[in-house]
């Protein structure tokens, strides 16, 4: 899916440092999503905001914090009081068609290992 | 909260074999997106069904989504190995941002 772009694709960290995690678009979507995939996992909803400088929980947004200055931005950042922050961060945008139809694609990911 | 299901988790079959996954909601659905991820890479979109009953298809690939707009399936007609990978349901409710995914159904195809 063209127009969302991750950086970096993998990411080493020490324990107890923060990461900030880039997402950026150029789709002109008002959404924008984090979610969080482990190994043999489906896809679990940390946070999104549906416009410039909002943003909602979503089910698994202890430890992490994310900002939305921009419509095309989203970073996330994984604080070091995430237990288990070795992931697959996927990153998503969307927005909302006519007739309850949605426009959405995801970013290829990074890859967070902290040891 | 919202939940969404989806089974088989695993699903290993022969090359020309058809293969169906299915995805079950606890509450009804306005909107539900199907998308397939490879080995290593990211969930791309497949399709998405907002209408009762609604019946899509892709080629070998048939999408349903159930009339009480609770259940939806995925079926693929002979199985090729480029169908590889894990295949999600995710489902959204009325006036709601937020995209609640399946847990997947992880499809191995034997040449």
């Known amino acids: 899916d063209g127009g969302i772009t991750q950086s970096p694709k993998y990411l080493f960290r020490k324990e107890g440092q923060n990461v900030t995690l880039s997402c950026e678009q150029n789709?002109?979507?008002?959404?924008m999503y984090w979610y969080r995939q482990d190994p043999g996992q489906g896809l679990r909803l940390i946070y999104y905001s549906q416009i410039v400088n909002d943003f909602q929980k979503g089910d698994i947004a202890e430890g992490y914090s994310v900002s939305r200055e921009k419509k095309e931005s989203f970073p996330l950042t994984v604080t070091s009081a995430q237990k288990n922050p070795t992931a697959f961060y996927l990153c998503?945008?969307?927005?909302?068609?006519?007739?309850?139809?949605?426009?959405?694609?995801f970013g290829p990911g990074t890859r967070l290992t902290v040891t | 909260g919202q939940q969404v299901m989806q089974i088989p988790q695993y699903q290993h079959v022969q090359e020309g074999e058809d293969f169906t996954t299915y995805c079950n909601s606890s509450?009804?659905?306005?909107?539900i997106q199907w998308y397939k991820q490879r080995p290593g890479g990211h969930p791309v979109f497949l399709i998405q069904?907002?209408?009762?009953?609604e019946v899509k298809k892709q080629k070998r690939l048939t999408f349903q989504f159930g009339e009480a707009k609770k259940n939806s399936s995925l079926h693929i007609t002979a199985t090729q190995t480029t169908d590889v990978g894990t295949y999600f349901c995710?489902?959204?409710?009325?006036?709601?941002?937020?995209?609640?995914f399946g847990k997947g159904t992880k499809l191995t195809v034997n040449p």
């Open positions: 995710a489902g959204r409710r009325g006036g709601s941002e937020k995209l609640v």
């Open positions: 509450t009804t659905l306005s909107n």
């Open positions: 069904l907002v209408k009762s009953g």
């Open positions: 789709l002109n979507h008002d959404a």
């Open positions: 998503a945008s969307s927005r909302r068609l006519a007739g309850g139809r949605y426009e959405q694609y």
